[in-house]
C-alpha cells in the first residue's frame, strides 16, 4: 500500500512540475520522453536491439542492399553523435541518408535488422531533432510521400517495429516545419486511438508518449477531438487496472488539450 502511495504521489509531483514548467516558460519540452524516470517495454527493448548490430557487409554480398547503400548504413551505423554530425554536414550525403533508410525498411524483412534499423532512425533523430527535414526534403526532391513508408510499417507482424515506427511518426509529425497533411494525421491519430485500450497492450505506454507529442500542437489537439478522441482517454483512465505511468500520461494529455479555449468548454 506504501509503495502504491509512493507512486501516485510521485504522478502528482511530476504532473506539477510540468505545469509550473509551462506556467515559467510558457513552453513544453519537444521531446516528452525526457520528462519521465519510467522506461516503457519499448524502451526497455530498443537497448536490446542496440546491442545486435546487423551484418551489413552480408546484405551487401547477397545483393539484397546497393552499394551505395551499404557504404552509407556501414559508415553510419559506427559513427558516435558527433560523428553523425559532421557526416550529415554535406546535402548530398543527408539525400543519401534518406534514401538509405527509406530503401531498407521496404526492402529489408528480416525482423531484427528492421527492428536495429528504425532504432537508430529514432536515436538519431532524437540526437538533431531538424534531421527529420533530411526525409521531408528527400521525399519532396523524389515527388514522393513520406508517410505512406511508415504507414506501411503498420501492417508488420512484429509489435516492436510498429511501435517504434508509431514513434518515429510523432517526431517527424512534431518536428517537422510543415504540418501532417489532412488525410495523413487523420488516419495517424486514428490508429493511435485505436491503440488506446487499457488491457492487453503491452506497448501502451508508448502510444501514450505519442499522444503526448501530437496534442502539444494546436492542429492536432483540434484533429484528435474531431474522431472523438477524448472518450478513448476517458475509457482508459477510468480502468482501474491502468498504472500510474499510464495515468500520468494520460492526464497530461487531456491537460495539454485545455490549451484551446474551445476544447476546454467541450471538456468542462
Known amino acids: 500500500m506504501t509503495h502504491l502511495t509512493q507512486e501516485k504521489d510521485a504522478v502528482v509531483r511530476r504532473l506539477s512540475d510540468d505545469i509550473n514548467q509551462f506556467k515559467t516558460s510558457h513552453h513544453l519540452p ?28 552480408s546484405y551487401f554480398q547477397g545483393q539484397m542492399i546497393t ?13 558516435n553523435a558527433e560523428g553523425r554530425t559532421k557526416l550529415l554536414s554535406d546535402p548530398n550525403t543527408r539525400n543519401q541518408c534518406a534514401k538509405t533508410f527509406l530503401t531498407l525498411m521496404a526492402k529489408l524483412f528480416k ?15 532524437r540526437e538533431d531533432k531538424s534531421r527529420v527535414e533530411i526525409f521531408n526534403t528527400y521525399a519532396k526532391m523524389k515527388k514522393e510521400q513520406l508517410w505512406a513508408y511508415f504507414f506501411n510499417m503498420f501492417a508488420n507482424q512484429d509489435q516492436f517495429v510498429v ?41 501502451l505506454q508508448s502510444v501514450c508518449r505519442c499522444l503526448q507529442m501530437m496534442l502539444r500542437i494546436e492542429p492536432y489537439r483540434e484533429a484528435f477531438v474531431a474522431i472523438d478522441g477524448i472518450p478513448s482517454i476517458m475509457h482508459v483512465l477510468n480502468n482501474a487496472s491502468v498504472g500510474f505511468q499510464v495515468q500520468y500520461q494520460l492526464i497530461f494529455c487531456l491537460w495539454v488539450l485545455t490549451f484551446n479555449r474551445n476544447i476546454a468548454t467541450i471538456m468542462t
Open 163 to 203: 511501435y517504434q515506427t508509431s514513434r518515429i511518426l510523432a517526431k517527424l509529425a512534431c518536428w517537422s516545419v510543415e504540418r501532417m497533411p489532412t488525410s495523413d494525421l487523420s488516419y495517424y491519430l486514428a490508429w493511435l486511438k485505436e491503440q488506446l485500450k487499457p488491457q492487453g497492450n503491452e506497448y
Open 111 to 125: 525482423q531484427q535488422t528492421l527492428r536495429y534499423l528504425l532504432t537508430l532512425m529514432d536515436q538519431f533523430l
Open 30 to 57: 519537444d521531446d516528452l520522453e525526457s520528462m519521465s524516470d519510467a522506461i516503457g517495454h519499448l524502451q526497455k527493448q530498443a537497448q536490446e536491439v542496440m546491442s545486435q548490430k546487423p551484418k551489413w557487409q
Open 67 to 79: 552499394k551505395d547503400d551499404f557504404d552509407f548504413i556501414s559508415n553510419f551505423d559506427v559513427l
